[in-house]
């Protein structure tokens, strides 16, 4: 029996859905922007409609372009940026191999020893993930001390570069003492060498700057992991489609939600 469509008893076309969330997650656009777009086409589409569209299938999508991921590299950039929710500011963590390729990112309150063991234990399950392309997506992070498994996958890790936070060598030694980090892999802590990193974080600025900050936590996430899902796109990170191929992108999303293009 075949797996029933995610669009099912939607009012619009699923092809009108993918236009609105793949134009939302790529370009600085607002809701409001989207809905005079839709309305130029003739096709009355309440922002608060597209808003729905997003929160509903943003996660969809970065969970079905997990499994499509190309392997990266063995030397790994983290850092953390700004994210205003309700007029306070949160701390996206985020992870570039040394070829520019999202790993993985990670929302948090805090800016701790706390925040970055979890983060580096995400990554390092998406790395194995991304290497043995056997593993299911998992939502939500468990323990570190859940992770051991995969120390074997993800011993390719030569290097982690990170900037002068002093919570980052503590998460480091701790992972190490758990067996979750190999002890082989280097921390370096030069700020210059995450210059990639910090300018791969424009676009999180570029794309969060319409809606002016989010109103709940949960909101803020769901949204970004489509940021973060589009970007993995648009950089070529997906298996058969290339950086650049806008046409062969848009094609991609639609096969992944089993839509034709």
Same mark, same amino acid.
């Given at each position: 029996?075949?797996?029933?469509?995610?669009?099912?008893? *939607?009012?619009?076309?699923?092809?009108?859905?993918?236009?609105?969330? !793949?134009?939302?997650?790529?370009?600085?656009?607002?809701? &409001?922007?989207?809905?005079?777009?839709?309305?130029? @086409?003739?096709?009355?589409?309440?922002?608060?409609?597209?808003?729905?569209?997003?929160?509903?299938?943003?996660?969809?999508?970065?969970?079905?372009? *997990?499994?499509?991921?190309?392997?990266?590299?063995?030397?790994?950039?983290?850092?953390?940026?700004?994210?205003?929710?309700?007029?306070?500011?949160?701390?996206?963590? @985020?992870?570039?191999?040394?070829?520019?390729?999202?790993?993985?990112?990670?929302?948090?309150?805090? @800016?701790?020893?706390?925040?970055?063991? &979890?983060?580096?234990?995400?990554?390092?399950?998406?790395?194995?993930?991304?290497?043995?392309?056997?593993?299911?997506?998992?939502?939500?992070?468990?323990?570190?001390?859940?992770?051991?498994?995969?120390?074997?996958?993800?011993?390719?890790?030569?290097?982690?570069?990170?900037?002068?936070?002093?919570?980052?060598? @503590?998460?480091?030694?701790?992972?190490?003492?758990?067996?979750?980090?190999?002890?082989?892999?280097?921390?370096?802590?030069?700020?210059?060498?995450?210059?990639?990193?910090?300018?791969?974080? *424009?676009?999180?600025? *570029?794309?969060?700057?319409?809606?002016?900050?989010?109103?709940?936590?949960?909101?803020?996430? &769901?949204?970004?992991?489509?940021?973060?899902?589009?970007?993995?796109? !648009?950089?070529?990170?997906?298996?058969?489609?290339?950086?650049?191929?806008? !046409?062969?992108?848009?094609?991609?999303?639609?096969?992944?939600?089993?839509?034709?293009?």
């Amino acid at each position: 029996m075949k797996n029933a469509s995610p669009f099912k008893w *939607r009012q619009f076309e699923a092809a009108i859905i993918l236009l609105c969330i !793949r134009w939302y997650l790529r370009y600085s656009l607002s809701y &409001r922007d989207l809905e005079e777009m839709m309305l130029e @086409r003739g096709l009355h589409v309440d922002h608060t409609t597209i808003y729905r569209w997003v929160q509903k299938y943003a996660p969809e999508l970065e969970k079905r372009c *997990r499994p499509h991921l190309k392997a990266y590299s063995d030397s790994w950039k983290v850092d953390e940026t700004y994210i205003k929710i309700k007029k306070v500011w949160f701390y996206l963590y @985020r992870a570039v191999d040394s070829e520019g390729n999202t790993i993985e990112f990670l929302l948090s309150p805090m @800016r701790d020893a706390e925040a970055a063991t &979890r983060f580096f234990c995400k990554a390092l399950y998406s790395s194995a993930c991304s290497t043995s392309q056997a593993c299911p997506v998992a939502e939500q992070v468990a323990q570190p001390t859940a992770l051991t498994d995969t120390t074997t996958v993800t011993s390719a890790l030569r290097v982690i570069n990170v900037d002068k936070n002093a919570a980052y060598p @503590r998460a480091v030694a701790n992972l190490k003492a758990a067996g979750v980090l190999p002890e082989h892999v280097e921390l370096r802590q030069v700020k210059y060498l995450n210059n990639l990193i910090e300018q791969d974080h *424009r676009f999180i600025k *570029r794309l969060t700057k319409p809606g002016m900050g989010f109103f709940s936590f949960e909101t803020a996430s &769901r949204t970004l992991q489509g940021y973060e899902a589009y970007n993995m796109i !648009r950089k070529g990170q997906l298996q058969r489609v290339n950086k650049g191929d806008v !046409r062969g992108q848009v094609a991609l999303v639609a096969k992944l939600f089993g839509v034709a293009a």
